[in-house]
């Protein structure tokens, strides 16, 4: 059975750094994308980018270049997204999903991270 | 603004037919590439509900349609029922942005 679990919930203070996880499942993690998508608080989704873990090939929307890195262990079947100076605007659910190619359809996804930032 | 463009809200009774539509440009749906749409329930990820434009993954029921055409989508729900109340979500690839773009996102309810 496919999975994506992801870490769970983080409450962090503007400023700090933050690195969130995502592991793969009952597939062949380093055979397909894994993406990263934000959901603000009552809003729609938003692409952030995406990591081909085979080789760490990396991509960026580019609302998100510069403001997010986004990473991967092959060897434990990981992908990570990380920030290093949060901000009061990414108060977010962050969700991590599955792509067989960059055209092709979302169609595993994680359950999400809800990342809070507040002083 | 979002690149694919979906209207807000759309609603029907039981048993009637809505559509959901998703409006791109020449660098995505134009473009020839695929669009695939999302079912997220209240308070859960989204599920991939209709991909390549008109194909249903195991599952979903042949209520849900898909179809393209020019710089456009659908999706149509027929026989609604109260679970298909849920955020609706088109999904392309943009060659100008070389990464996916989302739609807004439509809110249907089921009156």
């Known amino acids: 059975e496919v999975q994506l679990v992801q870490s769970g919930a983080e409450v962090k203070k503007p400023g700090e750094s933050l690195k969130i996880s995502c592991k793969g499942s009952g597939y062949s993690f380093t055979s397909y994308w894994i993406g990263w998508v934000r959901q603000m608080p009552g809003k729609g989704l938003e692409w952030m980018g995406i990591i081909y873990p085979r080789d760490s090939d990396t991509r960026y929307s580019p609302s998100f270049q510069g403001q997010v890195t986004i990473s991967a262990d092959k060897s434990i079947s990981t992908a990570y997204l990380q920030w290093s100076s949060l901000k009061a605007s990414d108060t977010a659910m962050y969700y991590c999903?599955?792509?067989?190619?960059?055209?092709?359809?979302?169609?595993?996804w994680g359950q999400g991270t809800l990342v809070t930032v507040s002083s | 603004q979002s690149v694919l463009m979906q209207p807000p809200a759309v609603s029907g009774a039981p048993g009637q037919r809505v559509t959901i539509s998703c409006t791109g440009s020449s660098s995505n749906i134009g473009a020839g590439y695929d669009v695939h749409w999302y079912q997220q329930l209240p308070g859960t990820a989204p599920k991939l509900l209709m991909y390549g434009n008109y194909n249903r993954p195991s599952g979903v029921p042949d209520r849900f349609s898909g179809s393209k055409s020019g710089t456009s989508a659908s999706l149509a729900i027929t026989g609604l029922q109260a679970e298909d109340e849920a955020d609706y979500y088109c999904q392309s690839y943009d060659s100008s942005l070389s990464g996916s773009v989302f739609g807004g996102g439509t809110k249907l309810t089921v009156l």
């Open positions: 999903a599955r792509q067989s190619s960059t055209t092709r359809p979302f169609d595993y």
